[in-house]
């Protein structure tokens, strides 16, 4: 038989495989709480259980050295159209390996006050704009496009 926490767990797995829109805002998270879902790969479950995700927004100001790779690394959904990501620190190469792993689905892409671990923004836009034809991407504010 199983315990009550498994079945809610359970539960929970099956409810977001029907979200079609997440924002995920992190900055008023606590960061002990977060650092223990993060460690125990808790929320990237949950991430990743939502595999009718059209519309996904990771927006996490005030949380230092988080890396975009520990929300969504490796996760691929079949149906994401729009991603939005603000106040992220990036690898160069992990924004990559989403794009590539969404080029056939992904139409709009945002990017808000980024923080980029490499200097080579053009190879980015350049492999977006190859890889991603009938996407739109909108960079805001890029002046704050920053490299750490």
Not at 43 to 65: C, H, P, R
Request: one cysteine or more.
């Amino acid at each position: 038989m199983n315990s009550p926490v498994l079945e809610d767990r359970e539960r929970l797995l099956q409810l977001l495989a029907h979200i079609k829109s997440f924002n995920c805002p992190l900055e008023d998270t606590d960061p002990e709480a977060l650092t223990d879902m993060i460690l125990t790969r808790r929320l990237k479950t949950y991430v990743k259980a939502m595999t009718n995700i059209e519309t996904l927004k990771f927006q996490y100001s005030g949380i230092e050295n988080l890396p975009i790779s520990l929300l969504c690394g490796g996760v691929t959904w079949q149906h994401l159209t729009t991603l939005i990501l603000q106040d992220v620190r990036v690898d160069l190469g992990d924004l990559a390996d989403i794009l590539q792993r969404h080029r056939n689905t992904l139409q709009k892409m945002s990017l808000h006050d980024l923080e980029a671990s490499a200097s080579n923004w053009y190879n980015v836009f350049a492999d977006l704009h190859n890889s991603l034809s009938k996407s739109s991407v909108c960079a805001h504010t890029a002046n704050s496009l920053k490299r750490s």
